[in-house]
C-alpha cells in the first residue's frame, strides 16, 4: 500500500484541528494531533525511518474525524491514518499491540482470541432461519463480552424474521483500522450472507456499521439498530419509563454516518433525553477506536474520564450504541452507569 501525496497535501497546515483532537488534548505534542500525524505521513514519503515515534504518532489516532469536520482544506484524516497504517504493515513494521490484535483475529475470527462458541450466548434461544432478507450482524464485543445485550438485541429483532449467520467472523474492522488486510473475514462472512439469502444487515456495533458500510459489497443495506428500532418503534409496546437519560454519540455512527436522530427518537419513545455537553458533530470521542484502546490502554481511559465530564447532573444513565464505548466508559470509572440503547429499550418493552 503506498502513501497518497495528493490527499496528504491537502493539509495547509492552518492547524485548526489542533483545538479538536482529543488526543493532542491529552498529550500535547504536535506529533499526537492532526497537522503533525499529516506531517510525519509527510516525511514517511520523503524517506523518514519509520521508529517507535512515528509508530505512535499513526497509531495513537482514534479516527474519531472530528479534525476532518473542522478542516477547511477537506483533509480526511481516518483516511489518511488507515492508508499510512497500511503503508507501514504492509513493510512489517508495526507495534506490539497491532500485531497481537491481528494474530488473534487471524488465528480465532474474533478480537479476544477466544476458543469458544461465538454464539454460546443465544443458549435456549431457537436456533437461526436458513433463509431470510434479515440478518443480525452480533459483532466480536457483543458476542464475547456483552452476550445479555446481544441476547436482547436478537429477541428485539426476531419477531422481525432477522436471522444470524450461522459462523460469524470479525467484521473485519479491527483489522481494516489498523492497516491489515481483511478480505478473508469479510469474504467469509459475505459468502454466508449470500447463502441466507440477505438483503439487509443489522448491526449494534459502530465499528461493525462503518465496515459493513464501507467494505462489503453496497448490495447489501446496512441498518444500525438504533436506525431499525426507530423505524419500528411503533410496533414494539415500549411503555414510558420515569428516568432521565444522556446520549453519547459513538464516533462511527454520529460522525462518520450521520445516524444522530434515531437513538434520540428511540431514547424519548421511552423516557428524558438531556444531552450531554458535547453532542451530535461535536461529540467528543470515547478515546476507544483507532486500536488506541488496546494499544494505549492509559491515553485511551484519560480521553473516556474527560468525556465523562461531558455528563450532564442528574440523569440516570448514560446511553449509547457501540459496546466499545461503553466498554471503555465503564472502565473510565461511569461502570454500569453506561447501558446499550437496547438494554434501555429491552426494560420498556418488559423483557428485563
Ligand atoms: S485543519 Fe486540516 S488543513 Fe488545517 S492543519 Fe489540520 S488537517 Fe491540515
Ligand atoms: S481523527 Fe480524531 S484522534 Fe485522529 S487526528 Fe483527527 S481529531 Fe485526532
Request: with cysteine; net charge positive; hydrophobic share 35%.
Amino acid at each position: 500500500m503506498s502513501l497518497d501525496l495528493r490527499a496528504i497535501n491537502r493539509c495547509v497546515r492552518c492547524g485548526n484541528c489542533r483545538s479538536v483532537c482529543p488526543v493532542f488534548e491529552e498529550l500535547g505534542w504536535e506529533s499526537a494531533n492532526t497537522r503533525g500525524r499529516i506531517m510525519v505521513m509527510r516525511g514517511l514519503a520523503d524517506g523518514l525511518k519509520a521508529d517507535a515515534d512515528v509508530l505512535d504518532s499513526l497509531n495513537s489516532c482514534t479516527t474519531c474525524g472530528i479534525c476532518t469536520d473542522n478542516c477547511p482544506a477537506g483533509a480526511n484524516v481516518p483516511d489518511l491514518i488507515e492508508s499510512a497504517r497500511g503503508h507501514l504493515v504492509s513493510q512489517g513494521i508495526m507495534t506490539g499491540a497491532q500485531e497481537r490484535l491481528s494474530r488473534y483475529i487471524f488465528e480465532s475470527g474474533n478480537t479476544f482470541g477466544e476458543q469458544n462458541e461465538r454464539a454460546a450466548w443465544l443458549r435456549g434461544r431457537s436456533r437461526l432461519k436458513e433463509k431470510s432478507d434479515f440478518v443480525y450482524f452480533v459483532g466480536c464485543m457483543n458476542s464475547y463480552r456483552y452476550t445479555e445485550t446481544a441476547a436482547r438485541t436478537y429477541d428485539l429483532l426476531r419477531c422481525f424474521g432477522v436471522t444470524l449467520l450461522p459462523e460469524e467472523q470479525c467484521c473485519g474492522s479491527p483489522l481494516l483500522r489498523t492497516g491489515f488486510d481483511a478480505r478473508k473475514l469479510v469474504n467469509a462472512n459475505v459468502r454466508q450472507m449470500k447463502q441466507i439469502g440477505a438483503r439487509t444487515i443489522i448491526t449494534g456495533c459502530a465499528g461493525c456499521y462503518t465496515t459493513l458500510k464501507k467494505n462489503y459489497p453496497a448490495s447489501f443495506r446496512v441498518v444500525s439498530v438504533p436506525e431499525f428500532l426507530a423505524e419500528h418503534i411503533s410496533e414494539l409496546n415500549l411503555k414510558p419509563l420515569d428516568l432521565t437519560v444522556t446520549y453519547h454519540d459513538p464516533c462511527h455512527l454520529g460522525r462518520h454516518n450521520k445516524i444522530y436522530e434515531q437513538p434520540r427518537q428511540v431514547i424519548e419513545a421511552v423516557c428524558k433525553l438531556a444531552e450531554m455537553k458535547d453532542n451530535r458533530q461535536n461529540a467528543r470521542c470515547c478515546g476507544g477506536g483507532g486500536g488506541v484502546r488496546s494499544g494505549y490502554r492509559d491515553l485511551s481511559l484519560r480521553m473516556a474520564r474527560r468525556r465523562l465530564k461531558d455528563v450532564p447532573e442528574g440523569v440516570n444513565c448514560i446511553v449509547t450504541s457501540c459496546p466499545l464505548c461503553i466498554r471503555n466508559l465503564r472502565d473510565a470509572g461511569a461502570g454500569s452507569s453506561v447501558i446499550d440503547l437496547v438494554d434501555l429499550v429491552s426494560i420498556a418493552a418488559g423483557q428485563r
